[in-house]
C-alpha cells in the first residue's frame, strides 16, 4: 500500500489529481481543471465540442517533458520489487506436506512475477523517451511556427 501512494505522489503531486497543463478558455482565462462553458456551468456554448464544452486544454513541452521525468522515476521502484522478487528464497520445502501444489506452482509464479516487472521497466523507458520526443517536438513546431520579426 505504501508503494501504491508513493507512485500516485509522484505522479500527481502532494495535491489532488490534477493534469499536466493548463486549460484556458476561449476567453483567454486559464485555470487549473478545464471549463465546460455549458449549462451546468452557468454558461453556455452552442459552437464547442459535444456536450457544452468550449475550454481547450495548452500543454507545453515542459510539462511533457516534466512528465516524462515522472514516469522514468518510477523505475528503481520496480527494480527494487524484482529484487525483492527474486532474493525470496522460498524453496519447496518452505511449503507444508499439504501445500505440494503450491510449491509446484511458485517457480512458475516467479518467473511470471519477474517477467512482468521487467516488461514494465521497459514499457515505463519507452513511453519516457516518447514523452521526451514529443517535447522536443513540440518544441520545434513552436519555434518553426512562430513569426519573427525581420532583421
Known sequence: MAERNAVSKLINGDGPSQPTGTFSSPSGSSSASPSSGGPSS???????????GGGQAVFTA???????????????????????LKNANIGSSSFSSSGIA??????????????????????????????????????????????????
Request: proline residues 6%; charged residues 20%; positive net charge.
Open 102 to 151: 503450491l510449491a509446484n506452482v511458485y517457480p512458475e509464479a516467479l518467473a511470471f512475477g519477474t517477467n512482468d516487472i521487467t516488461s514494465k521497466i521497459t514499457q515505463l523507458d519507452r513511453m519516457a523517451e516518447k514523452l521526451r520526443s514529443t517535447a522536443m517536438t513540440w518544441e520545434r513546431a513552436e519555434q518553426a511556427s512562430t513569426v519573427h520579426p525581420q532583421k
Open 62 to 84: 515542459s510539462a511533457i517533458r516534466a512528465l516524462g521525468g515522472k514516469i522514468a522515476a518510477l523505475e528503481p521502484m520496480l527494480e527494487r520489487a524484482s529484487s525483492s
Open 42 to 52: 452557468g454558461g453556455s456554448s452552442p459552437g464547442g465540442p459535444a456536450g457544452g
